[in-house]
């Protein structure tokens, strides 16, 4: 009997229990466990952020972030506007020009920081570029230039495994886009100059605010000469040659919503109370572990990560390697690769989980702290179960 007969003629029965939570977007992700409305009741809406009490607030998300991440206490941390892709962009345009730069690409967001020195800034710039699953090579980095990279891919589900690549003593600087790393991994500090992140991602956070970490060498750089092109107001770090030292003690450079401050707050309030860091990696690791232990038995999807050491535990990505699925044409793969996440939104198993536009076919399934491992075990017998209905239909 072949394959699509026993498909076919075996009952395929929806498993009895859903996760109790199916959001797994790769962001916004998440609310943390247990969150509710109630948890902004104190919000400080129809104030001033320039309030005494409104830039209190706003420190405290600072300075809890920084406890929390462990970040060197001669770092300075702001909230940008304009999320993560705001603070990369911030970095970019205000710090590169130089050094020549190298710049990591390897899934749709660092090809798009590749592009903006490339194209846009027009900079002396070197591209190292992998394919989805996997990093460039990173012996090839030259660290006497200035090197752009992602800690965590977010669209390809590969992460660096640490920093040993990196070294401590370098010419250039390291600038880091860390938003789907920061609060799930270890970040190596002495080795990284700028690190950005957003509030919508490890933490569950709302969307709009970014946060911009920068090291001493960082500061120099900036303070060391005029700005090596005209940047807009929301850019601009320093004055007069000079740091501008509000934004990372509770000034923002615009309005912030003090709603999304509050919830910033609660998050981090949160993330204190499983244990900081160490708790969010253990919890984000335990994800991880699950999918893993499935995908090893798993005869129709891996990891789009090739390297165990390289697996991101925030934004997982699988790939279709089915034989029925690799056998369709391209057309056919994407409208069935897509019909197995529409299965799984209309049974309200799983809600956001097709990989991203420009990945390759397959499902993103995010891991974070703020999922449950019991919504993780969960929802494995609905994407075997929705992957056979597909199955049958396009067999």
Not at 6 to 21: E, F, Q, S, T, V
Not at 199 to 210: T, V, Y
């Amino acid at each position: 009997m072949t394959e699509t007969a026993d498909a076919a003629l075996l009952p395929n029965c929806k498993p009895g229990a859903r996760p109790a939570n199916p959001r797994f977007s790769s962001g916004p992700c998440a609310k943390r466990p247990g969150w509710s409305l109630d948890a902004l009741s104190g919000a400080l809406l129809g104030r001033s952020h320039r309030a005494p009490e409104g830039r209190a607030r706003i420190a405290e998300v600072i300075d809890r972030s920084a406890a929390i991440l462990g970040m060197p206490a001669d770092w300075r941390l702001g909230v940008v506007p304009g999320s993560d892709t705001g603070a990369v962009e911030m970095a970019l345009w205000s710090l590169l020009g130089a050094r020549p730069v190298d710049v990591l690409a390897f899934e749709s967001f660092s090809a798009t920081w590749a592009n903006d020195i490339v194209s846009q800034l027009g900079l002396d710039a070197r591209v190292l570029t992998a394919e989805y699953g996997r990093l460039p090579d990173l012996a090839a980095v030259d660290w006497s230039r200035d090197v752009v990279l992602a800690w965590n891919g977010t669209t390809s589900g590969v992460c660096f495994p640490n920093g040993d690549a990196i070294p401590v003593e370098r010419d250039g600087l390291v600038i880091c886009d860390a938003t789907s790393a920061a609060f799930a991994m270890e970040l190596p500090w002495e080795k990284l100059d700028v690190v950005t992140w957003s509030w919508q991602k490890a933490l569950g956070g709302e969307a709009a605010h970014g946060m911009l970490a920068l090291s001493p060498r960082a500061v120099a750089r900036l303070e060391g000469g005029p700005a090596p092109r005209p940047l807009p107001k929301v850019f601009r770090l320093t004055s007069k040659g000079k740091l501008i030292e509000g934004i990372f003690k509770g000034d923002t450079i615009n309005t912030p919503s003090m709603l999304c401050v509050e919830d910033a707050v609660d998050s981090l309030k949160w993330a204190e109370s499983v244990g900081g860091l160490p708790g969010l990696i253990a919890r984000s690791r335990a994800n991880l572990a699950v999918l893993a232990e499935w995908e090893v038995q798993s005869d129709w999807a891996s990891f789009l990560a090739e390297n165990p050491d390289q697996r991101s535990s925030t934004s997982i990505c699988l790939r279709i390697t089915a034989p029925w699925f690799l056998a369709l044409d391209a057309e056919t793969q994407a409208r069935a690769a897509k019909d197995i996440a529409g299965l799984l939104t209309k049974e309200q198993a799983a809600l956001d989980i097709a990989s991203y536009r420009d990945a390759p076919l397959g499902l993103r399934i995010w891991g974070g702290a703020t999922i449950e491992t019991a919504d993780i075990a969960a929802l494995i017998p609905w994407l075997d179960w929705a992957e056979r209905e597909v199955r049958v239909k396009y067999s």
